[in-house]
C-alpha cells in the first residue's frame, strides 16, 4: 500500500489503474480526479506544498466514488486521537472501580455518593467515543 500524494488515501499499487510519473518516480492514485489534479501540477504535491481547501458537501464523494464513505473517519490520526481521549478518561474509571479498590485495598478512599453513577457515565464515554468507527460499522 502506498499513500495517494492527493488525498493521503491508502491505495494499493498493484490495483490501481491511475498511475503517473514523475521524475522517474511513479505516483499511485485512488481516483483519476486526483491523478488529473497532480498531473496538473506535480511540484506542489511532491514537495508537499499544497494547501488542503475545504471541499463541498458530497464533492470529495463525488469526485472518489462511494469507496470513502465506508472508510470514512478511519484514519490513523483519528484512532490516535480516540485512543489518547479514552486512555484519559480510563484513569477515573480505575480510581472509581470497586474491585480495584478492593484489590489495592483502599477501603472507603474514593467512595462517595453518586461514584457508582459516575462511574457509569465515563464508562460509557469510553465506550461510545472510542468504539464510534466500530459501532457506526455494524450499521
Excluded at 488515501?9 to 510519473?21: A, F, L, Q, R
Excluded at 505516483?27 to 506542489?44: L, Q, V
Excluded at 458530497?58 to 489518547?84: C, I, L, N, P, T
Amino acid at each position: 500500500m502506498v499513500k495517494d500524494p492527493v488525498c493521503g488515501m491508502d491505495v494499493d499499487e498493484k490495483s490501481t489503474p491511475h498511475i503517473s510519473k514523475y521524475n522517474g518516480v511513479a505516483y499511485h492514485f485512488c481516483s483519476a480526479g486526483d491523478k488529473r489534479k497532480f498531473d496538473s501540477n506535480p511540484e506542489s504535491y511532491v514537495k508537499g506544498r499544497v494547501e488542503i481547501i475545504p471541499k463541498q458537501d458530497g464533492e470529495h464523494e463525488a469526485q472518489h466514488g462511494e469507496h470513502h464513505g465506508s472508510h470514512e473517519g478511519h484514519s490513523v490520526e483519528g484512532f490516535r486521537k480516540r485512543f489518547w481521549v479514552a486512555l484519559i478518561i480510563s484513569v477515573p474509571v480505575l480510581f472509581l472501580s470497586p474491585m480495584l479498590q478492593q484489590w489495592a485495598d483502599l477501603g472507603e478512599v474514593f467512595r462517595f455518593s453518586g461514584d457508582a453513577y459516575l462511574l457509569f457515565v465515563f464508562s460509557s464515554l469510553i465506550f461510545f467515543y472510542g468504539g464510534y468507527p466500530f459501532l457506526k460499522g455494524l450499521c
